[in-house]
């Protein structure tokens, strides 16, 4: 086979022509920097090499970054295009981001390049699953497994096979993998043997917990046939296809190949030099200017040929490049991975093995645990269930029956509770907030928290000292987002995460809500009855005299004060803090006494 390249004519160069085409170049040198800038901003330079920007990429994606992962990416296919690991890497990336088309024309792409890679193998048999396509997922998985053992297909062998409704196995020899171990236990469930099943389900928990205790990243198994796995990673808005996936109109060579200069239209030049992937491989002076290529040499994968031709004075005159398709079968595998290599590959490794959903794991938890009769148990994994996915199918029927039972009515005030007082401070904790725990310790008394969850897992000694001081927490949300604003599964998992995380810490659960900026609506009253707790709003407003003056804020909340107030301050608020020992003294002298809202509200029913 030869390839013959046209080349640029020599009149059209000397013609003007150079300036021209030395201005093309520059243009495109500096249209090559400007886009280099932007994809090799995540690696922190350009002096990252390929191996550096892959590590780079997957740090990222561990942690569900896909549009930063696939800018790293990028950067490192632009240096090396025909190893297997990036596009693996970009498959899982894509896969995770919800494009799935292009993330299966990468995992091709990977096998094209190495036919023994069994990460990408187990990368299309993830995407046949997420597809329904059962037994085609059992097939890929089981030729990993055959492949490498070390891969782990197992469990994603013995999954697929489960959705199959052909999975009764139970193997406690194994320990480490989760896939297997919590196939182990729906199994053991289904016998009826509830507590081995529960333990490993409560070994497995806090392996799959995260920030707010929302899904895990990557790829896994939800448990529901309707919905084999979950796929968790910031959604991209559109996929990335890199060169080596439309490969259609390249030509494909193996072998050895002629590759031929084209002097028709530039008769002046006199040498003729070749290159492939900007690297001399030949030079002749003599007709019909040809080079003998041996592709062996190079890797399976898309390559760039370049032929330049010089006049008699070596002034380059002429210039062609072309891409084509180097395919030796079975004659040039990728290069043995080397230890750094393999390290990486365990890390790309981790995020893409299937492992149990954070949602199945306590769905099921919380089933083993009712049937012990532990629904405080239960009650604590239903919690991250709807957190980490409020449609798990029987999650919410179950929780709403288990849950508080309490007043469907808004809270303001409770003035049946005779002449008592509850302080609630809402947006904590944060590390001021100790300087109130100390003041709410000097002047004896005890409050609300409205606690977010973000912070608390910013500060969670600080909650632990909040509650240890006989202090009531209660809910403000994780996010502290606008209810109004948001959709029942998103005002769910606010609602949930910061009940998931606080109990987390305390142990302990919480009955009232109350919305940040008392912003909400009827899908959000609609949500909080379904779980039998209550909206909790105030009865005095401190926030427009927060940053002002002690005395204005100690005289606004004397003045206002009433039997069983609410009353809504933040901690910490300068002014607040200064103003508290003022407030609570002036009210106790008018015969007042100061309860958390629990307090208040049991105190109002029982008349005291």
Known sequence: MSIACNLLPSSLLRAGGRKLLTRGITALVLGSIALLALSIAPCLGASKSYADCVLSAIAELDEGKTRESLEILKQALEINANDSLAHVALGLTLLMGGQVADAAAEFAVARSLDGNCVEAIYGQGMIALSKGRTADAISLFCEAEAK????????????????????????????????????????????????????IWQRLQPKAARPGFGERIGCS?????????YVTGWPLKTGFRSALVDRSKLPTVS????????????????????????????????????????????????????ITGADSTGLEVSRKTAQVIVNNVGANPQPDRTVQDAAVWEKLRNILRLKPSAAAINYNLAQCAIRKGDNETAVAAL?????????????????????????????YGVASAGKLIALTFDDGPKPETISLLDALKQIGIKATFFVVGKQVEAYPQILKRIDA??????NHTYGHRAL?????????????????VVRSVTGKGMNMLRPPGARHDRLVSEVIRRYGMRLVFWTTNCVSLEGTERERMTNY????????????????????????????????????????????????????
């Open 148 to 199: 490498d053992s070390t891969l782990g297909a197992r469990g994603a062998i013995r999954y697929a096979r489960f959705l199959a409704n052909s999975d009764n196995e139970i193997d406690s020899s194994n320990t480490d993998d989760e896939a297997l171990l919590a196939l182990d236990a729906v199994n053991l469930a289904k016998r009826g043997r509830w507590q081995e099943s529960l333990e």
């Open 221 to 229: 198994m939800s448990f529901i046939r309707s919905k084999s796995i």
């Open 255 to 306: 072998g050895k190949i002629v590759l031929r200069a084209d002097l028709s239209k530039a008769r002046s030049v006199s040498i003729v030099s070749f290159f492939v992937d900007d690297k001399l491989v030949g030079v002749t002076n003599r007709q019909p200017f040809e080079y003998t290529w041996d592709t062996s040499y190079f890797a399976n994968g898309v390559h760039t040929v370049k």
């Open 383 to 411: 919690e991250r269930v709807m957190a980490a996915d409020p449609d798990y199918p029987g999650a919410s029927d179950l929780l709403s029956k288990l849950y508080w039972k309490g007043d469907p009515t808004s809270l």
């Open 469 to 474: 001081e006989g202090h009531e927490i209660q």
């Open 484 to 500: 109004e604003y948001l959709s029942e599964k998103e005002i769910e998992q606010e609602l949930f995460k910061c009940a998931a």
């Open 557 to 608: 909340v004397v003045s206002s004060a009433r039997p069983g107030a609410i009353v809504l301050m933040h901690n910490v608020d300068r002014v607040t803090l200064g103003a508290l020992p003022a407030i609570v003294d002036a009210l106790r002298r008018k015969g007042y006494s100061f309860v958390t809202l629990s307090e208040l509200v049991n105190r109002g029913k029982s008349g005291a």
